[in-house]
């Protein structure tokens, strides 16, 4: 096995743990720590595959970003954590040790992958990869597409400002 190789096992290793730990996490706190660590891990697998634009995006959008607005969301929201007052059932299925639920879930969805991955005939030779792909995403995206991409900035930009509206309180007005 080559190095390379080692390296990829590993990242996806910790980033399947990371997932699963979202799911199972017993504090909510605990579990956006685990998202972002897996968010984190899946921009490292596509630096490995040398997509430099989608580890970028993957870094700057999800794993920055969308885990400052879970975190944002988390303390705003003055929700009770998931242990609290849980049926018993439930906390056993959340459980880390005896989550069965997400591991025969996660399992199914393996032997599905596998199949369909049996199934499909792959071409014998791989193309090689480009050597800036940030150029081939980046050209179209600031020249064809410039007007939905500045539309789509306002209606990110109109949503912060009504999450900001909808959770003040009424004594801060």
Do not use: C, K
Not at 46 to 65: P, R, S, T
Not at 139 to 163: C, K, M, N, R, T
């Amino acid at each position: 096995m080559t190095s390379t190789l080692v390296i990829f096992i590993v990242l996806s290793l910790l980033t399947l743990y990371a997932a699963y730990r979202v799911a199972t996490a017993h504090l909510i706190t605990h579990a956006a720590l685990f998202l972002a660590g897996t968010f984190a891990g899946v921009a490292a697998l596509f630096f490995m595959l040398q997509a430099d634009f989608l580890a970028a995006v993957q870094l700057l959008l999800y794993a920055g970003a969308v885990m400052a607005v879970v975190v944002f969301a988390i303390m705003l929201s003055q929700m009770r954590e998931a242990g609290d007052h849980v049926p018993r059932w439930v906390d056993a299925l959340r459980s880390p040790f005896f989550g069965f639920l997400p591991l025969i879930s996660s399992v199914a969805l393996f032997v599905i992958l596998l199949i369909s991955y049996l199934d499909t005939p792959w071409p014998s030779s791989a193309t090689a990869a480009a050597v800036n792909s940030t150029r081939y995403v980046a050209v179209p995206l600031f020249q064809s597409y410039a007007l939905p991409f500045e539309v789509a900035s306002v209606l990110l930009l109109a949503a912060l400002i009504g999450a900001i509206v909808l959770t003040r309180r009424e004594d801060d007005r």
